[in-house]
């Protein structure tokens, strides 16, 4: 190994909060403070950092939060950050608090941010390593295949879309239920499974609305189904416009329902706080080891580090087995019940 120059981090949550993140939080602060390396809390992401809004963070000022969805930290969405003068401000305070690492908790958006930074302070001379660790209900970071949040988000999306079938199964209804994913569909698609849907549309596929509604709900009520629960991702479009054209074109009167930022909220599962621990921990191997900017990442069930660079240029498409169990679990006509 080679010398550890690493003294004090920054740690962040920024972007939509996901439920895990102060898990992650703790680990890091926890695994950093057992190395000798002090940490730092930049509050509410890089708009925080812009601002001077942190907090020393120590052993006990992580604890009993490991069961607390949101973010201790606060989290935000900073336009000022995407430009340069906004990242010359944030490269002040990190000098002010002598920080040689930042550790950045969320997305995409999140990671580019920290990698500006980064090059922007070694422009100025003052090296800057910084790892991402992924965090978002979407799951849609394309070098990991598991981000933090994504479990408790469907288990939240299915327990409300469990009690929204009982009132459709009673009145005989179909429910259109939208869930958010921003612009990918593995939110929908994993909750579509989950609550044996109707139907699932999903950004990821054109949506033919009579091959993927008005057939399935066709395809249900010849099978002797009285109410039909549809999942819409939120970016394959809106599912108040898919309700008005079951109106007009199937000719039944549906009810929608937006889950909306219900599904960012509640108590991470054992699965978001275990992954959560498990990448705050390697966050601070990466750092220990000099490896420079780098991104955590769940692969195949490892915890694992990649180069910053290398990890922008990865994606990732929503699961084809996934897909293929979908299909069979919705298309009655085809599978012969
Ligand atoms: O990225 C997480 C997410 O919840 C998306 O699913 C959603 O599209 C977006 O954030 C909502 O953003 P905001 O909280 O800013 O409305």
Redesign the pocket.
Same mark, same amino acid.
């Given at each position: 190994m080679t010398e550890n120059r690493v003294k004090r981090i920054g740690i962040l949550t920024s +972007?939509?909060d996901a439920p895990g993140m102060n898990a992650a939080v703790r680990a890091v602060v926890r695994t950093a403070i057992g190395q000798g390396i002090e940490c730092i809390g930049i509050r509410r992401g890089w708009h925080g950092m812009i601002n001077n809004d942190f907090v020393p963070l120590d052993a006990s000022s992580v604890s009993h939060i490991i069961n607390k969805g949101g973010t201790m930290l606060y989290t935000a969405?900073s336009e000022d950050f995407r430009a340069e003068a906004g990242r010359a401000k944030a490269l002040t305070c990190c000098k002010l608090l002598g920080l040689d690492a930042i550790v950045a908790i969320g +997305?995409d958006g999140t990671f580019r941010g920290a990698q500006a930074l980064s090059k922007q302070a070694q422009e100025a001379g003052m090296p800057l390593q910084v790892v991402g660790i992924p965090a978002?209900?979407?799951n849609d970071i394309g070098c990991s295949q598991y981000t933090i949040g994504f479990d408790t988000a469907c288990n939240t999306a299915i327990e409300c879309i469990d009690k929204l079938r009982d009132t459709m199964q009673s009145h005989e209804r179909c429910s259109l239920v939208e869930v958010?994913?921003?612009h990918a569909g593995f939110l929908a698609l994993s909750v579509g499974i989950a609550v044996g849907a109707t139907a699932v549309l999903i950004p990821e596929r054109d949506v033919d609305f009579q091959r993927d509604v008005a057939e399935k709900i066709r395809q249900a009520r010849l099978a002797g189904t009285t109410h039909y629960m549809i999942v819409v991702a939120?970016g394959a479009g809106s599912a108040m416009d898919f309700a008005a054209q079951i109106r007009e074109q199937v000719g039944i009167d549906p009810r929608v329902t937006v889950l909306g930022?219900i599904?960012?909220g509640g108590t991470p599962t054992v699965r978001d706080r275990e992954t959560a621990s498990r990448m705050g921990y390697e966050a601070v191997q990466a750092l220990l080891n000099n490896k420079g900017n780098c991104v955590i990442a769940y692969q195949n069930g490892r915890i694992v580090d990649i180069d910053m660079e290398t990890a922008f240029r990865m994606t990732k498409g929503l699961d084809q087995e996934r897909c293929e169990v979908l299909e069979a679990m919705t298309n009655r006509r085809a599978n012969g019940f």
């Open positions: +972007g939509g969405r +997305g978002t209900i979407d958010m994913g921003r939120e930022h599904q960012r």
